[in-house]
C-alpha cells in the first residue's frame, strides 16, 4: 500500500476513535454495539488494505483498545460484593485470624453491582416520641485518664454491675483506657499490645456483649483489628493485619445477623469492610456515598446506619450487603441543616428502657462535633425524625459516644457517654436525660407483636 493511504487510514481511524468512545460512554447499553463494531474493524480492514491496514489500526487505534477500560472508570465505583456470613464450623476455635483481600480501588470489571432494593412507597412513618427541643445537663463525672487524644468510648455490661467497664481508645499513645464501675477514680491499667504497633493511631472499639469481646480497630501502618476477651483483655488474635490499609482513622461495628451469626464492619475514610469476626473471613467492602469515620449496626432492623463526617448531609443507611436501605423512600436522613460540624460518634437506645429486650422503637443519638459545644442529635429510630438536641455543659469537640441501659448504683436507667475535646469523657445518668426530655419507651406507642421491622425485607 502507497504511503499516502496509509496516512489516510490512520488519519481516519483517529477521527473515529473518539466519537467511538463518546458513543459507548454515554449510551450504557449501546457500548455493547460500539464494542462489537471495534472488535471487527481488523477483521474488516484487514480485507481491505491487508496487513498494513491492520498495522495502520493498531498504531492509530490506541483509544479503542482501551475502550472497555475507560467505560468501566467513568462508571460510579462498584462494591465487592459482600458473601453471607457463615456460622463457623462445629469444634472450631473461633480465634480470629488473618485474612486477605483484593483491594477493591481497582475493581474487577467482573464484579456485580450490589443488590439494590426496590424503593419503598414514600410513606410517612409516624414517630413514636415528640420533639423536645433544646436540653442542656451538666456532666455528673468527668474522667480523664492517661490516654492522649481519646476517641472512642464502649460499655461492657457486666453480670454484676459493680464490674461493668468503661473503654477508651487513645490516639495518641496507643493504648485504651479502662474505667471500671463506679468509674470516678476507677481507672484500671490501660489496655496496651504489641500489635498496636508504634506510630499509629488507636481509634475504633465495639465490645460483643454476647460472647464477651472487645475488638480494637488500629491505623496504618498497622491496619489491623486486635480481639480481646472480657473482663480479662486476654487477646485472642487479629483481623485485617494489614492485608489492606485501613488510613488514619479505623472505625468499627459489629452486627448480629438472624441466622445468628456475627459480621464486623471496619471502616477505612471512605471504604468499608466487613470480616466474619468468629474465621477471620473477608466478605467484601462497599463505597459508601461520603466519607465516614464511625457506624453503628442495628440489628432488630438488619441495618448499618453511617454519618457523613465532612459534608453534613446526615445519616446514610445500609442494608448488610453494603446496598441501600430504604425507609418510607428515603435512605438518610437528618441532612436538613441539623449539622453545624462534622458528624462523629453514633450510638443507639433500644425500647424497653432496661435493654434486655428490643421492641424496634428508641433513638439514635449522633455528636456534632462543634468546636463550642458538642450538639448531640436525637433521631426517632422507626422514623427517622429529628427529636431534638442534647448538650452538657463545657463539653464540645466530641468524637466518640456510648451508651449503657444497664441498671447501674447510683444510675438506675444507665449512662450516656461523650468525649470531651480529646481529653475527657463525661458522663451523665439516662434517668436524667429521660426526665428533661419527655422521652419515654413506657409511654411511646407500643408496637403490635408481631410487627416486622422496618425496612427489612
Known amino acids: 500500500m502507497c504511503r499516502r493511504t496509509r496516512t489516510e487510514l490512520r488519519q481516519i481511524l483517529r477521527g473515529l476513535a473518539?466519537?467511538?468512545?463518546?458513543?459507548?460512554?454515554?449510551w450504557g447499553a449501546g457500548a455493547?454495539?460500539?464494542l462489537g463494531a471495534v472488535r471487527a474493524a481488523p477483521v474488516a480492514i484487514r480485507a481491505a488494505f491487508g496487513e498494513a491496514g491492520s498495522a495502520a489500526l493498531a498504531q492509530a487505534g490506541q483509544a479503542i483498545v482501551y475502550l472497555p477500560v475507560l467505560a468501566r472508570s467513568a462508571q460510579a465505583p462498584w462494591a465487592t460484593p459482600l458473601a453471607p456470613a457463615t456460622r463457623p464450623a462445629a469444634g472450631a476455635t473461633g480465634?480470629?485470624?488473618?485474612?486477605?483481600?483484593?483491594?477493591?480501588?481497582?475493581?474487577?470489571?467482573?464484579t456485580p453491582d450490589p443488590v439494590t432494593p426496590d424503593p419503598e412507597p414514600a410513606t410517612a412513618i409516624p414517630s413514636d416520641f415528640a420533639p423536645f427541643g433544646l436540653v442542656r445537663l451538666e456532666p455528673e463525672l468527668l474522667l480523664e485518664g492517661s490516654g492522649s487524644i481519646i476517641d472512642s468510648l464502649a460499655f461492657w455490661e457486666a453480670p454484676d454491675a459493680a464490674d461493668s467497664l468503661l473503654l477508651v481508645t487513645a490516639k495518641g499513645n496507643q493504648r485504651v483506657e479502662v474505667w471500671q464501675q463506679p468509674f470516678a477514680g476507677r481507672e484500671l491499667p490501660a489496655l496496651q499490645h504489641p500489635s498496636f504497633g508504634t506510630g499509629t493511631q488507636v481509634n475504633g472499639i465495639v465490645v460483643d456483649q454476647a460472647l464477651d469481646r472487645v475488638y480494637v480497630s488500629v491505623s496504618r501502618p498497622a491496619s489491623t483489628v486486635a480481639v480481646f476477651d472480657l473482663p480479662d483483655l486476654r487477646f485472642r488474635g487479629q483481623l485485617v493485619a494489614a492485608a489492606v490499609?485501613?488510613?488514619?482513622?479505623?472505625?468499627?461495628?459489629?452486627?448480629?445477623?438472624?441466622?445468628?451469626?456475627?459480621?464486623?464492619?471496619?471502616?477505612?475514610?471512605?471504604?468499608?469492610?466487613?470480616?466474619?469476626?468468629?474465621?477471620?473471613a473477608a466478605l467484601g467492602s462497599f463505597a459508601p456515598a461520603e466519607g465516614?469515620?464511625?457506624l453503628l449496626a442495628d440489628a432488630f432492623d438488619q441495618v448499618l446506619y453511617i454519618p457523613d463526617e465532612t459534608h453534613r448531609s446526615g445519616i446514610y443507611a445500609y442494608r448488610p450487603d453494603g446496598s441501600p436501605y430504604r425507609r418510607g423512600g428515603e435512605t438518610r436522613f437528618g441532612g436538613q441543616g441539623i449539622f453545624e460540624a462534622d458528624a462523629e460518634g453514633i450510638a443507639g437506645y433500644r425500647c424497653p428502657a432496661d435493654g434486655r429486650a428490643d421492641d424496634g422503637r428508641g433513638w439514635l443519638i449522633v455528636?456534632?462535633?462543634?468546636?463550642?459545644?458538642?450538639?448531640?442529635?436525637?433521631?426517632?429510630?422507626?422514623?427517622w425524625a429529628h427529636l431534638g438536641r442534647l448538650q452538657l455543659a463545657g463539653v464540645r469537640n466530641t468524637d466518640g459516644i456510648a451508651s449503657t441501659q444497664q441498671a447501674l448504683p447510683g444510675h438506675p436507667a444507665g449512662l450516656f457517654a461523650a468525649a470531651n475535646n480529646d481529653r475527657d469523657v463525661a458522663l451523665v445518668g439516662w434517668d436524667r436525660i429521660l426526665a428533661a426530655t419527655g422521652l419515654d419507651c413506657a409511654k411511646?406507642?407500643?408496637?403490635a407483636a408481631t410487627v416486622t421491622p422496618v425496612g427489612r425485607p
Open 32 to 34: 455493547a454495539a460500539c
Open 292 to 294: 465516614l469515620e464511625t
Open 245 to 280: 490499609d485501613l488510613r488514619s482513622e479505623p472505625n468499627l461495628a459489629l452486627l448480629e445477623l438472624p441466622d445468628g451469626a456475627r459480621r464486623l464492619y471496619v471502616s477505612a475514610d471512605d471504604r468499608v469492610y466487613a470480616y466474619d469476626p468468629e474465621s477471620g
Open 95 to 110: 480465634t480470629p485470624a488473618p485474612s486477605a483481600t483484593v483491594d477493591p480501588a481497582t475493581p474487577d470489571p467482573a
Open 444 to 447: 411511646a406507642p407500643r408496637p
Open 18 to 26: 473518539v466519537p467511538l468512545l463518546w458513543v459507548a460512554l454515554g
Open 367 to 383: 455528636s456534632d462535633q462543634k468546636a463550642d459545644a458538642s450538639d448531640f442529635e436525637f433521631f426517632d429510630r422507626r422514623s
